[in-house]
């Protein structure tokens, strides 16, 4: 039996496998290795999954989703059609598409993962991951962090001791780990990170640019509906990429608005200086994380040997010229920094499966993790006290145990309240669950001892146990409802007929036409344009007409000679009729 790697996503999922000792991503039967983190429905309520999704997101923002992994352990829910959909059930809509592209290339069925996850997730996110999992048919062996699952990947091994800093910028999340690599065991020394940064930020901060240059060249706004959103939205991210590799960018997006009858178009050219003002400041907030992940690592950064960097944000100049300049070398990419994770994780699925793969995995806790306690002080016994059981950055699985004590006189009920964080005030944390030990006997304040024991798995998951000394009587909380209870095992079964569901459904569907071609297979949200096209030359006026027929005609071509230029010309015919449907009803 297999197991796979999955690199599950902000913008982006990969899905990787050793065999015979050697680790390779597994490419879609389009033979892209990437899998874009985006679900969505045609409007024939056909699920749509990665680029098909994406593709569609600009003309239907209400029946696509894309960057669920920012809401995951949360009870967010995002509306699809006539449902709504927690951001676990949309993950695992991604995790078993990638199965079944696993399934597809490997000619064999897959039950086993190795899943990956941002160095500073909670606990709770840790848990929806791995319930995602569960609901996509897939056994979760072990989740792992990204930059240690990239640190992997580089198979850095040499007889002496490296240290190496992991920098993992990606569409939705920051982090950056220390990481100690000798021979064969990778030990990660100390991490930090920022759960809300990430490229989707640079996207958002490029949206507002392009609405303030469209305001100045038309004197109106962008309307705020959210189809001509998603449309400017898809510029800015396209604009982020080309000035990776161009000093400028030019945006022209059709149609956006109108003053009356008359057409509005966003045409202008984009500086990579001007992008790069706009996400200085984000960027630096990541240095600051550097330089605060070394100082827990006890490091200076010339003691470190190498710089890895991880992410599709990494490939923009100005990060790399940043942490250049922080760290005083130049950064290691030698492997694209969109794989690298799924490769590494690859690596550790070979290892618990017995797979002949040289890799030791030392992993580290990203938070802090402890109780509310009261504490004496001259005026009193003050509560909410945070009490440390398990600092940041202890390697995993850790066990840890304190013992402490009732605060009043004849105190029969203590309530244990775990909290992870690094305030010292216990609210200002992230609280992870609660519970009471009951019927203490009535003795004096500090009589009754309560042990308090910690128990960090490997997977990230929390079990508190408490014990009162003498009488032996014990409470447990395992850590998993910081936003989604876990499934009973009606609900995941459940869960997992609903999903199999919908990849039961066809996800191509044919048109024969023969003004568009004959009997070909295309894409569902493409057939429906092509029918809403074919009402529309009726509707609009000989001009347009005219400009329509000739699109229609490319599309044609593009089809029939499986060209690669058909999604662009997808998105004009998108933006066309998007258009088109809003001069209808002004008038």
């Not at 509306?79 to 078993?96: M, N, Q």
């Not at 890799?359 to 509310?372: F, N, R, T, Y």
């Not at 105190?411 to 309240?417: A, G, H, K, L």
């Not at 499934?487 to 996800?507: I, V």
Request: hydrophobic share 40%; aromatic share 4%; with cysteine.
């Amino acid at each position: 039996m297999k197991a796979v790697g999955i690199d599950l996503g902000t913008t982006n999922s990969e899905v990787a496998i050793v065999e015979n000792g050697q680790v390779r991503v597994l490419p879609g039967e389009d033979g892209d290795l990437i899998l874009p983190s985006c679900v969505g429905f045609s409007d024939t309520g056909k699920l749509l999954v990665g680029r098909e999704a994406l593709r569609q997101y600009a003309a239907a923002p209400e029946r696509t989703v894309k960057s669920i992994k920012r809401w995951m352990g949360t009870d967010h829910k995002t509306t699809l059609g006539d449902k709504e959909y927690l951001p676990h059930e949309i993950s695992a809509i991604i995790l078993r598409a990638l199965k079944q592209r696993a399934e597809n290339a490997l000619g064999e069925t897959i039950t086993q993962a190795v899943v990956t996850v941002p160095a500073y997730f909670t606990d709770a996110q840790r848990q929806a991951t791995k319930t995602a999992g569960e609901i996509a048919g897939l056994e979760v062996l072990q989740i792992i962090n990204e930059p240690t699952a990239a640190a992997l990947a580089y198979d850095l091994r040499s007889e002496e001791t490296e240290r190496v800093v992991v920098y993992d910028l990606g569409g939705g999340t920051f982090d950056v780990s220390v990481v100690e690599i000798t021979g064969e065991v990778t030990e990660v020394l100390a991490s930090h990170g920022n759960n809300r940064l990430g490229g989707d930020d640079f996207d958002r901060l490029l949206q507002l640019h392009l609405a303030d240059l469209f305001r100045k060249q038309h004197g109106v706004d962008v309307p705020d509906d959210a189809a001509t959103q998603a449309r400017l939205l898809r510029a800015a991210e396209q604009v982020k990429i080309d000035l990776s590799s161009h000093a400028f960018a030019t945006v022209r997006e059709a149609f956006l608005a109108s003053k009356g009858k008359t057409p509005l178009h966003l045409e202008t050219e984009v500086a990579r200086t001007d992008f790069e003002k706009l996400i200085r400041p984000l960027l630096e907030e990541t240095l600051e994380a550097i330089d605060r992940a070394l100082t827990d690592a006890k490091l200076e950064p010339e003691e470190i040997d190498r710089i890895i960097l991880v992410g599709g944000s990494t490939r923009i100049p100005l990060v790399q010229q940043m942490i250049q300049e922080d760290l005083g070398q130049t950064p290691t990419d030698g492997i694209q920094p969109d794989l690298c994770v799924a490769l590494g994780a690859a690596l550790q699925a070979g290892v618990l499966i017995g797979e002949a793969v040289d890799a030791i995995l030392v992993d580290v806790i990203p938070h802090s993790l402890g109780i509310a306690t009261a504490v004496p002080t001259p005026m009193g016994i003050m509560p909410g006290y945070f009490s440390v059981i398990i600092p940041r950055n202890s390697v995993v699985p850790v066990s840890r145990s304190q013992v402490y004590s009732t605060v009043f006189d004849e105190q029969e009920v203590v309530e244990i309240e775990v909290f992870q964080g690094e305030n010292a005030i216990a609210e200002e944390n992230v609280p992870l669950g609660s519970f009471r030990v009951e019927n203490l006997p009535p003795q004096p304040a500090g009589s009754i001892q309560i042990e308090v024991h910690f128990d960090f798995d490997l997977n990230g998951i929390l079990t508190v146990t408490t014990t009162e000394k003498g009488k032996g009587q014990q409470g447990t909380l395992v850590v998993n409802n910081a936003g989604i209870e876990k499934l009973s095992s009606h609900e995941l079964k459940q869960a997992r007929t609903d999903l199999e569901a919908l990849f039961k459904n066809d996800e191509t569907i044919e048109i024969s036409s023969e003004d568009i071609s004959d009997a070909v297979e295309i894409a569902p949200e493409l057939a429906g344009l092509l029918d809403r096209a074919q009402q529309a030359l009726l509707t609009v006026d000989a001009e347009q007409a005219e400009e329509l027929q000739d699109l229609l005609d490319q599309i044609k071509t593009a089809i029939a000679d499986n060209s690669a230029e058909l999604p662009q010309l997808q998105e004009e015919l998108e933006d066309f009729l998007y258009y088109a449907s809003t001069n209808e009803s002004q008038e």
